[in-house]
């Protein structure tokens, strides 16, 4: 059974940073392509940045140069670092497969920036 747990979320103000990590179990985040997503009040669901198992990784634009993503392949954890956040990265943050796998949502971690 696949298990993806996000933490790392929390309340920063405007240009300070966060950590996010999403600890995996039933699958290797190595040999998958992994993303983190985020979906905002009343927005869809959008993919926010993404790792192949090359290791290479892309990006949104309204991420790009802020936002890293990484992965310890032997802890299977991935992460998202967030610097220079800004009030509209405002989200609830989730990590799933790319494509996503319904089953794999889980309960997410909230980020809210204030201004």
């Known amino acids: 059974q696949v298990q993806l747990v996000e933490s790392g979320g929390g309340l920063v103000q405007a240009g300070g940073s966060l950590r996010l990590s999403c600890a995996a179990s039933g699958i290797s985040i190595s040999i998958n392509r992994m993303g983190w997503y985020r979906q905002a009040p009343g927005k869809q669901r959008e993919l926010v940045a993404h790792?192949?198992?090359?290791?290479?990784?892309n990006y949104a634009n309204s991420v790009r140069d802020r936002f890293t993503i990484s992965r310890d392949n032997a802890k299977n954890t991935m992460y998202l670092q967030m610097n220079g956040l800004k009030p509209e990265d405002t989200a609830v943050y989730y990590c799933?497969?790319?494509?996503?796998?319904?089953?794999?949502w889980g309960q997410g971690t909230q980020v809210t920036v204030s201004s």
């Open positions: 799933n497969v790319l494509p996503t796998v319904r089953a794999y």
């Open positions: 790792i192949a198992p090359s290791g290479s990784t």
